[in-house]
């Protein structure tokens, strides 16, 4: 399978209650493209003071890496700064929001993948 980028869904949405939109490039979505293994695999941009609010991963796994920008990721309630090559892991059962506090979009992949 091939997806060209002009494929790609963009998408512009608040999440899980955060400030502001996040805006996403859908590179697959759902079961059937992800084989069954997975329901996203996005490209997603936060600009400056925007969040990705709390909540709890129940029944998959989300993984952030992080390709340039900054931010403040909640890790389980501990704050901990993110950069460009850091890895964030979220899994089922536990929480965790992002920010962008800096002055620069902060760009990540971003996969979510079943239990």
Not at 3 to 23: H, S
């Amino acid at each position: 399978m091939i997806r060209r980028a002009c494929e790609m869904a963009d998408e512009a949405k608040c999440i899980r209650g955060g400030n502001g939109e996040t805006l996403m490039k859908k590179i697959l979505s759902g079961a059937d493209e992800m084989n069954g293994k997975g329901r996203m695999f996005n490209l997603m941009t936060l600009l400056p003071g925007r969040s990705i609010g709390e909540h709890t991963h129940t029944g998959d796994n989300e993984i952030f890496y992080f390709l340039s920008g900054t931010g403040r990721y909640n890790d389980n309630g501990k704050t901990v700064e993110v950069a460009p090559g850091d890895v964030a892991v979220c899994r089922d059962g536990e929480i965790h929001s992002l920010a962008n506090e800096g002055s620069e979009p902060l760009v990540f992949i971003a996969v979510i993948l079943y239990s």
